[in-house]
């Protein structure tokens, strides 16, 4: 099964930065939808970006224009640049691939924390 690893949360200010990363194995990117999803406490896990091989990307409309969902394909890794933090942002942020075809089977990372909170 693929294997993600999940980097780069914190604590930061409102309006404040984060990147962060997930290094995937195992996985053949074209046969994936790579995503990234939250969840606060209390709440569902909701998708917050995904991207294809062919770099097509979607992005939940809280965090458009604020949030950049990226891909390293020689490193296999996946990114997702949050900038103007928000309180609202607040959660457990986790790495997705989702495989494309069959029975759409997914693996997740393990979760990064990420405060906002001045």
């Known amino acids: 099964q693929v294997q993600l690893v999940e980097s780069g949360g914190g604590l930061v200010q409102p309006g404040g930065s984060l990147r962060l990363s997930c290094a995937a194995s195992?996985?053949?990117?074209?046969?994936?939808?790579l995503g990234w999803y939250r969840q606060a406490p209390g709440k569902q896990r909701e998708l917050v970006a995904d991207i294809t091989s062919s770099l097509t990307t979607n992005y939940a409309d809280s965090v458009k224009d604020r949030f950049t969902i990226s891909s390293d394909t020689a490193k296999n890794t996946v990114y997702l640049q949050m900038n103007s933090l928000k309180p609202e942002d607040t959660a457990v942020y986790y790495c997705?691939?989702?495989?494309?075809?069959?029975?759409?089977?997914?693996?997740w990372g393990q979760g990064t924390q990420v405060t906002v909170s001045s």
């Open positions: 997705n691939a989702r495989l494309r075809i069959g029975n759409g089977n997914s693996s």
């Open positions: 195992r996985m053949i990117f074209s046969f994936y939808v």
